[in-house]
Nanobody, 115 residues
Framework: QVQLVESGGGLVQAGGSLRLSCVVS????????MGWYRQAPGKQRELVTI???????NYGDSVKGRFTISRESAWKTVYLQMNSLKPEDTAVYYC?????????WGQGTQVTVSS
């Protein structure tokens, strides 16, 4: 059973930084990708960033140049470094993993950016 647990969310002023962590437990055999999505109130869940087993990364246009995804070599922990945060970054951030043909999600962590 794969479980994803996020941490590191909180309240920060605009221009500040936060680092989110996602710890993965369970079988990581045949992992294809891990990443972060977010969902703001009244909006659809959107891609923040994703990293593939090849090392390729993709970022949402709104976070390019400000956010960085990284991972430990064993894929047990994935990080999201968020710099130059803006009020529009306020959302619940979800960790995501694709292992084999299955998608897994964390429970989410709230990030609130005050102006």
């Amino acid at each position: 059973q794969v479980q994803l647990v996020e941490s590191g969310g909180g309240l920060v002023q605009a221009g500040g930084s936060l680092r989110l962590s996602c710890v993965v437990s369970g079988s990581m055999f045949s992992i294809n990708a891990m990443g972060w999505y977010r969902q703001a109130p009244g909006k659809q869940r959107e891609l923040v960033t994703i990293i593939f087993s090849s090392g390729l990364t993709n970022y949402g246009d709104s976070v390019k140049g400000r956010f960085t995804i990284s991972r430990e070599s064993a894929w047990k922990t994935v990080y999201l470094q968020m710099n130059s945060l803006k009020p529009e970054d306020t959302a619940v951030y979800y960790c995501y993993a694709q292992i084999g043909k299955a998608d897994y999600w964390g429970q989410g962590t709230q990030v609130t950016v005050s102006s």
